[in-house]
C-alpha cells in the first residue's frame, strides 16, 4: 500500500452533532462543544466513556492554554490521545486527518473531534474588532491596520482584475448559500436575501460588503471517528473517508506566492489521489466561505470548474441544490454559523449528513461521494477531504 493511500477505507465518521446556533447566551464555549458533543454520541449510540482520544481547537473567548484537555476534564474524557490544533479554518480537516493516522496506527480507537466558541454573546464589539486585525504580520502589515476583511478584499479585487469576476456574481454567491440555509432548521439566518439586498449592504472592505462576509454565531460542532471495522455495529450509517490531503504555502498573505492562485490545487490533488475518484465523481462540495470570494476560488483550486470561471458557476445556478455541484448545502459560514474553527467543522457534519440521506428538501438526491475543503488564514492552510456512503 503506498503513503498516498494508506488512510483509504481506514475510519469512517459514526456520530455528528451541532449545538444551538446563533446567539446563545448563558453558554460558554465549552458548553456549546459539551453540547454538540452529546448530540454526536448520541447519533452514534456511544457513551462518554467509549471514547478515548479527543481533538479540538482553540478559542477567542475561553480564557484556557491547555484547551484540548480542560475540554477532556470538562466533559469527562480521560483520553490516551488528546491535542488542541491551530490550523486557523482548516484545523477540522487536519484533525479528522491526525484522528485517522492515531486510529489507523493504534494509537487509539474513538476520537471525538469538536471546537465552538461563543463569539456572538462572549466578545464585546471591541474584542471581535481586534480579533479581526490578529491574523496580520505583527511587524510589517497589523501596524498599517489591516484586517482579515481586508485581506480577503484585495483577494476579491485581484481576482476581478485578471479574470472578470463580477460584484454581481460575489453577491450571487451569499445568495444561495442564504437559500440554503433557509431549509436548515438549525441555521441562523434563514430570512430570504436577493442580489439587490447584498449589493446595497454596508461596505465592509472594497469590493466586499457585510453581506458578503461571514456570520459571528454562537455555534459548536462535533464528529466522532472510528475504525471502518467498528463503525458498521454503531448505530447510524458512517461515512467512510475515501481521501484527504493537506497543504501550506505561506500565513502572511505578504509572502503569498500569489493573490489568485493558493494551496486548494495541492490538498485537493492529493486527496483525490488517495480517494481514486475525480472532481466529476463529487456529488456535493461543502466550501470554506468566510467570504464570497473563497469558495469561488476553491471551486477553481479543486477542478470544478476552469480558472476564472468560479463566479459563473455560481450566477448560472449551478452551486444551487439542484444545479451541477450543490454547494454548501448548510447554508455555510456566510448562512449557518461561523464561530472560529467550528464554521468548517460543521461543513464535515453537513458531508456526513448528505450522506446518509433523509434531508427533505435540502437533500441532494443520490448523494454517494461528498467533499469539504477548510481553508486558514488568509488563504494559507488547506485540507481537502472526501468522504463516501461506503468504503470504495
Given at each position: 500500500?503506498?503513503?498516498?493511500?494508506m488512510l483509504r477505507n481506514k475510519v469512517a465518521?459514526?456520530?455528528?452533532?451541532?449545538?444551538?446556533?446563533?446567539?446563545?447566551?448563558?453558554?460558554?464555549?465549552?458548553?456549546?462543544?459539551?453540547?454538540?458533543?452529546?448530540?454526536?454520541?448520541?447519533?452514534?449510540?456511544?457513551?462518554?466513556?467509549?471514547?478515548?482520544?479527543?481533538?479540538?481547537?482553540?478559542?477567542?473567548?475561553?480564557?484556557?492554554?491547555?484547551?484540548?484537555?480542560?475540554?477532556?476534564?470538562?466533559?469527562?474524557?480521560?483520553?490516551?490521545?488528546?491535542?488542541?490544533?491551530?490550523?486557523?479554518?482548516?484545523?477540522?480537516?487536519?484533525?479528522?486527518?491526525?484522528?485517522?493516522?492515531?486510529?489507523?496506527?493504534?494509537?487509539?480507537?474513538?476520537?471525538?473531534?469538536?471546537?465552538?466558541?461563543?463569539?456572538?454573546?462572549?466578545?464585546?464589539?471591541?474584542?471581535?474588532?481586534?480579533?479581526?486585525?490578529?491574523?496580520?504580520?505583527?511587524?510589517?502589515?497589523?501596524?498599517?491596520?489591516?484586517?482579515?476583511?481586508?485581506?480577503?478584499?484585495?483577494?476579491?479585487?485581484?481576482?476581478?482584475?485578471?479574470?472578470?469576476?463580477?460584484?454581481?456574481?460575489?453577491?450571487?454567491?451569499?445568495?444561495?448559500?442564504?437559500?440554503?440555509?433557509?431549509?436548515?432548521?438549525?441555521?441562523?439566518?434563514?430570512?430570504?436575501?436577493?442580489?439587490?439586498?447584498?449589493?446595497?449592504?454596508?461596505?465592509?472592505?472594497?469590493?466586499?460588503?457585510?453581506?458578503?462576509?461571514?456570520?459571528?454565531?454562537?455555534?459548536?460542532?462535533?464528529?466522532?471517528?472510528?475504525?471502518?471495522?467498528?463503525?458498521?455495529?454503531?448505530k447510524s450509517k458512517p461515512a467512510y473517508l475515501?481521501?484527504?490531503?493537506?497543504?501550506?504555502?505561506?500565513?502572511?498573505?505578504?509572502?503569498?506566492?500569489?493573490?489568485?492562485?493558493?494551496?486548494?490545487?495541492?490538498?485537493?490533488?492529493a486527496a483525490y489521489r488517495m480517494a481514486g475518484?475525480?472532481?466529476?465523481?463529487?456529488?456535493?462540495?461543502?466550501?470554506?466561505?468566510?467570504?464570497?470570494?473563497?469558495?469561488?476560488?476553491?471551486?477553481?483550486?479543486?477542478?470544478?470548474?476552469?480558472?476564472?470561471?468560479?463566479?459563473?458557476?455560481?450566477?448560472?445556478?449551478?452551486?444551487?441544490?439542484?444545479?451541477?455541484?450543490?454547494?454548501?448545502?448548510?447554508?455555510?459560514?456566510?448562512?449557518?454559523?461561523?464561530?472560529?474553527?467550528?464554521?468548517?467543522?460543521?461543513?464535515?457534519?453537513?458531508?456526513?449528513?448528505?450522506?446518509?440521506?433523509?434531508?427533505?428538501?435540502?437533500?441532494?438526491?443520490?448523494?454517494?461521494?461528498?467533499?469539504?475543503?477548510?481553508?486558514?488564514?488568509?488563504?494559507?492552510?488547506?485540507?481537502?477531504?472526501?468522504?463516501?456512503?461506503?468504503?470504495?
Amino acid at each position: 500500500m503506498s503513503q498516498e493511500t494508506m488512510l483509504r477505507n481506514k475510519v469512517a465518521i459514526v456520530g455528528v452533532g451541532e449545538s444551538q446556533i446563533g446567539k446563545v447566551p448563558g453558554m460558554t464555549g465549552l458548553g456549546l462543544n459539551a453540547q454538540a458533543a452529546k448530540r454526536a454520541l448520541d447519533d452514534a449510540g456511544l457513551k462518554v466513556s467509549d471514547i478515548d482520544g479527543l481533538l479540538t481547537a482553540y478559542s477567542f473567548t475561553e480564557p484556557y492554554f491547555m484547551l484540548g484537555t480542560v475540554l477532556a476534564e470538562y466533559l469527562g474524557i480521560k483520553p490516551r490521545y488528546n491535542a488542541s490544533m491551530v490550523v486557523g479554518g482548516a484545523t477540522p480537516g487536519v484533525m479528522l486527518k491526525h484522528a485517522a493516522e492515531a486510529i489507523a496506527s493504534g494509537q487509539c480507537n474513538t476520537v471525538l473531534v469538536c471546537a465552538g466558541e461563543n463569539r456572538a454573546t462572549g466578545q464585546t464589539r471591541d474584542q471581535t474588532v481586534a480579533t479581526l486585525t490578529s491574523v496580520g504580520h505583527p511587524y510589517f502589515e497589523r501596524p498599517y491596520g489591516g484586517s482579515i476583511p481586508g485581506y480577503y478584499a484585495m483577494i476579491a479585487r485581484r481576482h476581478m482584475h485578471e479574470y472578470g469576476t463580477t460584484r454581481s456574481q460575489l453577491a450571487s454567491v451569499a445568495v444561495t448559500s442564504r437559500r440554503h440555509a433557509s431549509m436548515h432548521p438549525n441555521a441562523h439566518m434563514r430570512r430570504s436575501l436577493t442580489l439587490d439586498e447584498v449589493l446595497a449592504s454596508k461596505p465592509i472592505a472594497d469590493p466586499l460588503t457585510m453581506l458578503d462576509c461571514c456570520l459571528i454565531s454562537d455555534a459548536g460542532g462535533a464528529f466522532i471517528v472510528t475504525s471502518a471495522e467498528r463503525a458498521r455495529d454503531l448505530k447510524s450509517k458512517p461515512a467512510y473517508l475515501i481521501g484527504i490531503g493537506e497543504f501550506h504555502t505561506h500565513e502572511h498573505i505578504m509572502c503569498a506566492p500569489s493573490l489568485v492562485e493558493f494551496g486548494a490545487v495541492q490538498s485537493g490533488q492529493a486527496a483525490y489521489r488517495m480517494a481514486g475518484v475525480a472532481p466529476s465523481d463529487i456529488d456535493v462540495a461543502e466550501l470554506y466561505d468566510c467570504f464570497t470570494i473563497v469558495p469561488v476560488l476553491e471551486l477553481e483550486e479543486l477542478g470544478f470548474c476552469e480558472r476564472g470561471a468560479g463566479g459563473h458557476f455560481y450566477e448560472e445556478g449551478h452551486a444551487a441544490i439542484g444545479g451541477k455541484l450543490p454547494v454548501n448545502t448548510h447554508g455555510g459560514m456566510l448562512s449557518h454559523a461561523h464561530a472560529g474553527v467550528a464554521g468548517g467543522l460543521l461543513a464535515i457534519v453537513e458531508a456526513v449528513r448528505q450522506l446518509r440521506g433523509g434531508l427533505g428538501e435540502r437533500q441532494v438526491q443520490g448523494a454517494e461521494v461528498a467533499l469539504v475543503h477548510n481553508e486558514g488564514g488568509i488563504m494559507s492552510s488547506h485540507c481537502t477531504l472526501i468522504l463516501a456512503n461506503q468504503p470504495r
